[in-house]
């Protein structure tokens, strides 16, 4: 598997370790947490190289995230496991052809993206699934649609017709303290309660990274976006 000269190698063995101290932290916190989901590891495989993908595998991960379209393509080309593929960035509108690529778009952050994103998967004649990204921080650097945007948008969404939406992303602020999060993530627990009562399908809540997700499993999340904890510092 070749891999460019500038990025590290992962160390399967350590993939492996970090994979197995992942999951069991993961069922410890889905239990203390009691809310009964399933909850899907989601590898984010960025800056890595295809070797990344194929150490998760082997561990029995299927799905891994990519923030950059153009770093996917070039992964997806040269991995030859059967993974999902999950686009966990920022999206340009310009780029909306490419994300039906994904098997799952958590970064639905506004409505004239939703608005390509049904356009492309209309003309493919297919569906696509994707997350309503929320900024319930309200931080002025985080993407996402605002809190009080969501029940209106979700009424909206439904002319969307090659839109599935399948629930809500949302981050957390880097380092807050425990209170914040959970209330940031109870509050996009209680944002997937308004898109279901809207009437979309919503079962999915992603949000937890390293720092966060066992905080994030205990308030329900269904899809931890987990990086550095499997692979080591990206720096
Ligand atoms: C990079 C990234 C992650 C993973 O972050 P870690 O802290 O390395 O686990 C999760 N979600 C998004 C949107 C990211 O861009």
Known sequence: MPISDHVAAVVPQAVQEA????????????????????????AVTKTHGPDAVEAAFACGVTDVGENRVQEAESKMAQVTVPVRWH???????????QALRF??????DSERLA????DE???????????????????ASKSGVAPHDVPALADRLHALSALRVRG???????????????DVFAGARALRATLQAAGHSAEWLS??????YEIAVEEGATHVRLGTVLFGSRT
């Not at 098997?103 to 639905?108: E, N, Q, T, Y």
């Not at 569906?127 to 990204?133: K, M, S």
């Not at 809500?168 to 959970?182: H, I, K, N, Q, S």
């Not at 949000?207 to 966060?212: A, E, K, V």
């Open 168 to 182: 809500v992303m949302t981050m957390a602020p880097f380092d807050a303290a425990e209170g914040l999060l959970r």
């Open 121 to 139: 998967a209309a003309k493919a004649g297919r569906t696509l699934d994707v997350l309503l990204q929320v900024n319930v921080s309200g931080e």
């Open 207 to 212: 949000m937890g990274m390293s720092g966060d």
């Open 87 to 97: 686009l966990i960035g920022h999206l340009q509108r310009n780029k909306a052809k």
């Open 103 to 108: 098997s799952l778009v958590h970064g639905m």
């Open 19 to 42: 994979v197995a101290e992942v999951r069991t932290r993961i069922a410890e916190a889905r239990a203390r947490g009691g809310h009964g989901q399933d909850v899907t590891l989601v």
């Open 115 to 118: 608005v390509a994103l049904h």
